[in-house]
Each structure stands twice: as structure tokens, then as C-alpha cells.
T-cell receptor, first 110, second 114 residues
């Protein structure tokens, strides 16, 4: 199955700074890469995704980049705000289900 | 609100007992996935159902089983519970049976085994 690695496991940034989370995957056939945000006591929420036919996708302060050659993709959050504090998971598809990274705990310091 | 409903939100039970977790997928979604999230751990895939049929199995223990009913809601049954089964259990749904599309998660059931 797919193997997804995610770094860093924890990340602290000052409010207003940018945050970058990186993931690598193993299956070159994977073609869909979502990112989820999980707040304390809640379920993972899909925040952005990218398909393999594009290299970058942006939605307001959030962007995702994909490098299929290197098999890695990254989440970029600009102008971070305290409400961005959460655990973020990347994922890649296997034959039937998503395989998730181990998560990044992002803390935005006011 | 993702549109995926899980009940109950919390469950406390004793070792050796059996519990049933329930999931109602988003309207129109045919696929239901169950995931387990232990403390400070990632999301471990347990099992997938598509339109009533088991589609894929992950790291699901033999003590655990699931099913999807004709109305597409799903239940995850956990039996002979052990302390280590304490975790968050999430259900997710998606429209088709493939993994390369949006999946939406419920709020989870927090199971505590004492």
C-alpha cells in the first residue's frame, strides 16, 4: 500500500508568519492529495486538495504544491492566525482508502 | 458540518464488553470508511464498505466487525473490549468507491474502556 511520511511533527510559528508542512508518498500512481485539519475534539476537516495534473492550488491563505517527480507535496499557510492552531494531516490514496501521514501539530503564538 | 453523523459521541464501557458505533454518511455517498485514532496517533484505516458490500480491509482486529445497511448507514461492532481499544473512532464517507476523491469525516466516537 501507499506509504505517507509527514514532517515536522510539531511546528510553532508567530502569528502572521508562514507555516509549511511537507509530505512524501511512495506510490507514483497516486493522483489525489488532500489535506485535513483536525481541531481538538473534532473530526478531520478537508481544507484543500490537489490532483496530479496541476502543480499548485491556492485557496485564500492556504496553498498546496505538488512535485510528482520527487513524490512530495506541501501545505503552505500564510499570515497565520491563532485559529489555524490544529493538527494537520496529509493523505494519499491507496487502492481503496486514503493513507494518512502521522500529523503535524501547528501552534500559532499570538 | 460535514454531513456525516456519528453516534454516540462518547462511550464508556468495561473490558470484555461489546459496543456498536453508528455512522450515517452524507446524503448520496455510497462509500463508508472506518478509521481508528489512538492518543496522539494518526488515522489507521480499519475497513471500507461500498453500497452495502465490504470493499477493503485494513488493520482491523478479528474482534471488530462492521456492516453497511440498505439505507447506507454503517455500524462498527467492537467485542471483547480491551483497555487498548480506547480511542477515537471516525467514520468517513465519499460518493464513489475509489479513494482518489473527497472524503468527509464525522465528529467521531470517543470510546473509553475501563
Amino acid at each position: 500500500g501507499e506509504n505517507v511520511e509527514q514532517h515536522p511533527s510539531t511546528l510553532s510559528v508567530q502569528e502572521g508568519d508562514s507555516a509549511v508542512i511537507k509530505c512524501t508518498y511512495s506510490d507514483s500512481a497516486s493522483n489525489y492529495f488532500p489535506w485535513y485539519k483536525q481541531e481538538l475534539g473534532k473530526g478531520p476537516q478537508l481544507i484543500i486538495d490537489i490532483r496530479s495534473n496541476v502543480g499548485e492550488k491556492k485557496d485564500q491563505r492556504i496553498a498546496v504544491t505538488l512535485n510528482k517527480t520527487a513524490k512530495h507535496f506541501s501545505l503552505h499557510i500564510t499570515e497565520t492566525q491563532p485559529e489555524d492552531s490544529a493538527v494537520y494531516f496529509c493523505a494519499a490514496p491507496g487502492a481503496n482508502n486514503l493513507f494518512f501521514g502521522t500529523g503535524t501539530r501547528l501552534t500559532v503564538i499570538p | 458540518d460535514s454531513g456525516v453523523t456519528q453516534t454516540p459521541k462518547h462511550l464508556i464501557t468495561a473490558t470484555g464488553q461489546r459496543v456498536t458505533l453508528r455512522c450515517s454518511p452524507r446524503s448520496g455517498d455510497l462509500s463508508v470508511y472506518w478509521y481508528q485514532q489512538s492518543l496522539d496517533q494518526g488515522l489507521q484505516f480499519l475497513i471500507q464498505y461500498y453500497n452495502g458490500e465490504e470493499r477493503a480491509k485494513g488493520n482491523i482486529l478479528e474482534r471488530f466487525s462492521a456492516q453497511q445497511f440498505p439505507d447506507l448507514h454503517s455500524e462498527l461492532n467492537l467485542s471483547s473490549l480491551e483497555l487498548g481499544d480506547s480511542a477515537l473512532y471516525f467514520c468517513a464517507s465519499s460518493a464513489p468507491g475509489t479513494a482518489n476523491t473527497e472524503a468527509f469525516f464525522g465528529q467521531g466516537t470517543r470510546l473509553t474502556v475501563v
